[in-house]
C-alpha cells in the first residue's frame, strides 16, 4: 500500500474504503492474472465505509428521539436517563468522526432523513408509556443541537461562525 493509502487509513477510514474500493475495480478491468475475486473483495471493502454510515444514523436517531422525549414528556424519572443516552451517543460520534472526517458531511442529511420517522417511533413510545402528546412534530435540530451540548428548553446554539452578542 502507498504511503498516502497507508495515511488516508489512519485519517479517515470510509474515504480509504471507497477509494480502495474503486483501485479493486480498477485492477480487476486490466485484468491482472492474480487468482483474487476482485468484485466481491470491492464490495466487502465498501461495505466496510456503509457500516459506519449505518452506525452513524443509529447513533444520531438515538439522540434525536432522546432529543424528542426531553422536549415533549411530561415525565421526570427518566430524564437523567435520557440525558446519559444523549451524551453517550455524542461521544461515540465524535470518536466516530475522528476516525472517519469524511462522514461529517452526511450528518445534516441524515438529521433531516430521520427526523420524521424519528418523530412518528417517538410518538408511539410515549404513547405506549401513558402519554398522551398528540402528533409530535418533526424536530428542526440543527447539528449543532444534535452533536454539541444543547438540550431542549435551552437557548438555541449559534450558527457556525457566528458569534454571541455580550449580554
Known amino acids: 500500500m502507498s504511503g498516502s493509502a497507508t495515511q488516508l487509513y489512519e485519517e479517515d ?6 477509494q480502495q474500493s474503486s483501485a479493486l475495480r480498477d485492477a480487476a478491468r486490466v485484468s491482472t492474472n492474480l487468482p483474487l475475486d476482485w468484485e466481491n473483495l470491492a464490495e466487502e471493502i465498501e461495505s466496510l465505509g456503509a457500516s459506519q454510515r449505518r452506525e452513524l444514523r443509529s447513533r444520531i436517531t438515538g439522540i434525536l428521539e432522546h432529543l424528542l422525549k426531553l422536549e415533549y414528556s411530561p415525565a421526570a424519572d427518566p430524564r437523567l436517563g435520557w440525558i446519559e443516552a444523549i451524551a453517550r451517543q455524542r461521544s461515540e460520534i465524535e470518536l466516530l ?20 420517522r424519528v418523530a412518528r417511533l417517538t410518538t408511539r413510545v410515549l404513547r405506549l408509556h401513558g402519554e398522551d402528546v398528540g402528533n409530535l412534530a418533526v424536530p428542526t435540530y440543527t447539528e449543532e443541537q444534535v452533536l454539541g451540548d444543547w438540550f431542549p428548553g435551552e437557548a438555541p446554539l449559534p450558527a457556525r461562525g457566528e458569534r454571541e452578542e455580550p449580554a
Open 13 to 18: 477510514f470510509v474515504l480509504w474504503t471507497q
Open 97 to 116: 468522526l475522528n476516525d472517519s472526517p469524511s462522514l461529517r458531511r452526511d450528518v445534516a442529511r441524515i438529521i433531516a432523513e430521520e427526523a420524521p
